[in-house]
């Protein structure tokens, strides 16, 4: 049995110098509002491991905030916390603290994953134009954010965060208003023809990547190849076959939605399922900017906030 993080040995007597404040900072980032897969990320790319050499994960960060033994803590016959007998990496009422956390947790957890509209390069941060990814407020409240780097250098620059529903609801309103334009029907189905076109193309794209892949780990093992030559072809393919499939994904979202023949356009966009949606967000939105707000908590999309860039859906249909 691995020894518990923090301390020096399995009796837990003497806590581990080197490991004593990267607990504590994990746990005061818990305790101001990060989850664990953010504090397990932070921990991560700054170098810390767990005890058998393992980068912390959402799971082992819970693990070990649920041990009471790093609060010099134990479990009686009764189930009531009393001392252990030995020193504690942080005190009774910061555990206390994560034991109401994990409950507040638990409760969140139950609620239904919230379906993200502007997700998957739909938005980006205008700042360093890094993909906006869906996550929780600490009020548990849906939002979009800029991801921070991490100690690898990846991620975006962090200061851009916004509420889901403000967002959503704003580029809803313009597309909407897009839609009811007149002739604007007609170029969707010409555009969504087209786009299917494109997917085929895209299909036998994939197709003929998997192939060559095939062809240059049959080279290798043959001795035809050198070891190096087949990284790198390999590593090359592997680029190409995951920006060819990302675009296929889009291009079959964008191809195979299904606008309806609802008169009431603004109805039908609120009731329309969210594939549908994104589709047509896809379709006529190149992409989506979002900048920072003039001041913490601000609730509106101020002028200039959220920026819009539209498709010309003629060039779409000359594209395929």
Known sequence: MPRLYGFDDQSRQRLRDDEVDPLRQMVSRALTGQSNAEVAEWATGEGYRGTLGGEWKDASVGRLFRNPAIAGL???????????GHPGAITPE???????????RK??????PYEYLLVEGASQCGKCTHALQGARTNAGTPGYRCRPKNKQGRGGCGEVRMDAELLENYVG????????????????????????????????????????????????GNRQISSDAFVTADGEITA???????????????????LGSAKDLVRWWNTAPLASKK??????????????????????????????????????????
């Open 74 to 84: 134990r479990y009686d016959e009764n189930g009531e916390l009393v001392d252990a």
């Open 279 to 320: 589709a047509i967000v896809r379709l006529l939105l190149e992409k989506i900017e979002v900048f920072p707000a003039s001041a913490r908590g601000v609730r509106t999309v101020e002028p200039g906030r959220v920026l819009l860039h539209w498709r010309k859906l003629s060039r779409v249909s000359d594209q395929a």
């Open 94 to 104: 910061e555990f206390a603290a994560l034991q109401e956390r994990d409950k507040s």
């Open 240 to 258: 190409n076959l995951k920006d060819f499939r990302s675009r296929l994904r889009y291009a079959e979202q964008m191809g195979n939605f299904s």
């Open 173 to 220: 309103e313009y597309v909407v208003a897009e839609l009811l334009k007149p002739g604007m029907r007609e170029q969707i189905y010409s555009a969504r023809a087209a786009v299917r076109a494109q997917v085929r193309e895209l299909e036998a794209e994939v197709k003929a990547l998997e192939g060559r892949r095939t062809e240059a780990a049959t080279l290798y």
């Open 107 to 112: 409760t969140a957890d139950a609620e239904a």
